[in-house]
Structures are given as C-alpha cells and as structure tokens.
C-alpha cells in the first residue's frame, strides 16, 4: 500500500512570507497528525485530526498556524505570517483508530 | 513533567553486538502504549514496535524487542546483532487515550545510535 505522501520535500522562504505544505495520508486511515520537528528535538504534536474534525490543537500556534483536512482525507498545513522560529521539519502521519501512525517523508522549512 | 524521557543523547554500539536504549515514561493512565521509531538521516519516522501496557509478554520484532518493565515505568529498546544500518535517531513515544476517545501520542528527545564497523 501507498504510504503517507507529502510535498514539497523542501522549502525556504523569507520571514513574514506564507507557506503551505500538503499531506496526502495512507487510504483507510481516519487520524492524521502534523508534527514539527525542531533540529535536534523530538516530534511536537501541532494538530490531530479524526476525520475531518479537530481532536487537539492544543499545542498550535493559531494566530500564525492553521490546518485543514477537507473530506477527511488530504490535508493541508499553513504558516503566515513565517518567523525564523519556524524552521524546522514537518511531519504528517496517519493511523487507524488507536494504532501505530505511519509518517512521510517530512518537509524541511527554512526560514530566512 | 516530562511524559517520555530518554536520558542518552548519544550511544555508539559495535557492529554484531547488542545495544539497549533506554525510555521511561509518566502518565496516570491504565491503558496506555509505548512505540520506538527510527529516524534515519533521510528523515523520515520508521515505525518498529509496539508494547500495550496490558500485553504480558514483551514485544519482538526480528531484532528489536522491547523491555517492558511496568512497575518502573520504562520500555527500553534493545537491538540485537546491530548492522552498521542501525545508525539512527531512535525515538520512544507513548500512546494515551485522550477524554475523546482518541489516542495522544507523545515523543521523548530520541537517542543517537552509531554503529561502529
């Protein structure tokens, strides 16, 4: 089976821009995650969703941050405006109910 | 408090011998689950094991197992045979339920693992 996809695979933009990143997760899979990944550091969860519906943002910074899984299937992440704080690697993952997640690849965001 | 501490940094293993990585965990749950996963340089999170808090047995999977050790809340990780393939960022993670029913899934800091030819 396909795994979870996600693009770009890179991307570097200046503070202050927007980005958007995009997670396409494994099919059947009803959880997705967004993580961050600072150099040097464990995955953070930024957002969970079941479905399409929002189980915890608790941890996402939401004046700057949004995220959206339209039809409980793709999904999109979105910074703007981007500081430098935000460089960091982007994980998407996904999972049946209450099992293992599977992750992408990651988009590595560089903000000068 | 910390929910997943792994207190090594850093390990380097020789190549065909065993190598145990260590993760302790917090939570007050009674259902709960730890995971380890592999980050290789390329970068991306390789699932490798699995442990229920309710499981008696402790998991395996090929060479990797987990020592699941309730009362101490730890689940270290051992690998056994290390390939120089194992060279790795190595995270354990735990799994609880949340009030919604569904699962939050935490990760520690990870262990760098080298392997020594």
């Known amino acids: 089976e396909a795994g979870v996809a996600q693009s770009p695979r890179y991307k570097i933009i200046e503070k202050r821009q927007s980005v958007a990143f995009w997670c396409n997760p494994i099919?059947?899979?009803?959880?997705l995650y967004w993580y961050q990944q600072i150099l040097g550091q464990g995955p953070k969860l930024l957002i969970q969703?079941?479905?399409?519906?929002?189980?915890?943002d608790s941890q996402l910074p939401k004046d700057r941050f949004s995220a959206e899984r339209l039809k409980g299937v793709d999904s999109t992440l979105k910074i703007q405006p981007a500081k430098l704080e935000d460089s960091a690697v982007y994980l998407c993952?996904?999972?049946?109910?209450?099992?293992?997640?599977?992750f992408g690849q990651g988009t590595r965001l560089t903000v000068v | 408090a910390q929910k997943i501490t792994q207190t090594q940094p850093g390990m380097f293993v020789q190549e065909k011998e065993a190598v145990t990585l260590d993760c302790t965990y917090d939570?007050?749950?009674?259902?709960?689950?730890l995971f380890w996963y592999k980050q290789p340089s390329s970068g991306e999170m390789i699932f490798l094991i699995y442990?229920?808090?309710?499981?008696?047995q402790n998991a395996t999977e090929g060479r990797y197992s987990l020592n699941f050790q309730k009362a101490r809340k730890s689940a270290n990780l051992v690998i056994s045979a290390s390939q120089l393939g194992d060279s790795a960022m190595y995270f354990c993670?735990?799994?609880?339920?949340?009030?919604?029913?569904?699962?939050?899934?935490?990760f520690g800091t990870g262990t760098k693992l080298q392997v020594i030819p």
């Open positions: 993670a735990m799994r609880e339920v949340g009030s919604g029913g569904y699962q939050k899934v935490t």
């Open positions: 099919s059947g899979h009803a959880t």
């Open positions: 993952a996904s999972s049946r109910h209450n099992t293992e997640a599977f």
């Open positions: 969703f079941q479905n399409n519906g929002v189980v915890d």
């Open positions: 939570t007050s749950d009674q259902s709960y689950g």
């Open positions: 442990q229920g808090s309710y499981d008696e």
